[in-house]
């Protein structure tokens, strides 16, 4: 019996052996924000910019169980906002805080990963400081 390997760059192939091999990478683009807007599909996002960049959210009920990743690559106190959701929702939830806006601490490397349950983003983690705020 052939062993089958699938590599992104050969994709199936056989070789003598046994068995299966899958090498599979990254499944989400980095898409990078330089400035104010909006961001519509679920994904990995790097954010710079010469001033704060906020971004705003798609409603948590059209991406449910989508992940969203936001790197600062420029040491501003970038923002995620809410502010698709009806006025007054606390859409960010780390568990204790909940608010209509996230902001990362202003240095380069702070991050925060967030999925949508389908009425809130909620932060599965985060690298350096973030506040939540808003109602």
């Not at 106190?77 to 502010?83: E, I, L, M, P, Y």
């Not at 209509?100 to 932060?123: E, H, P, R, W, Y």
Request: with cysteine; charged share 10%.
């Amino acid at each position: 019996m052939p062993k089958v390997i699938y590599t992104a760059s050969k994709g199936l192939v056989e070789e003598g052996g046994s068995g299966i091999n899958l090498e599979i990478g990254p499944t989400m683009t980095v898409q990078a924000k330089v400035a104010n807007g909006s961001v519509v599909f679920p994904g990995v996002y790097t954010v710079s910019g010469s001033l704060a960049v906020t971004l705003t959210m798609p409603k948590a009920e059209t991406v449910p169980g989508g992940v969203f990743v936001f790197r600062a690559v420029s040491a501003h106190a970038h923002a995620v906002t809410g502010s698709l959701e009806t006025e007054g929702t606390t859409v960010f939830t780390d568990g204790t805080d909940t608010g209509s806006k996230l902001a990362l601490a202003a240095a380069v490397g702070n991050s925060v990963s967030l999925i949508s349950d389908g009425k809130n983003f909620c932060v599965l983690a985060n690298s350096g400081s973030l506040t939540i705020s808003g109602t």
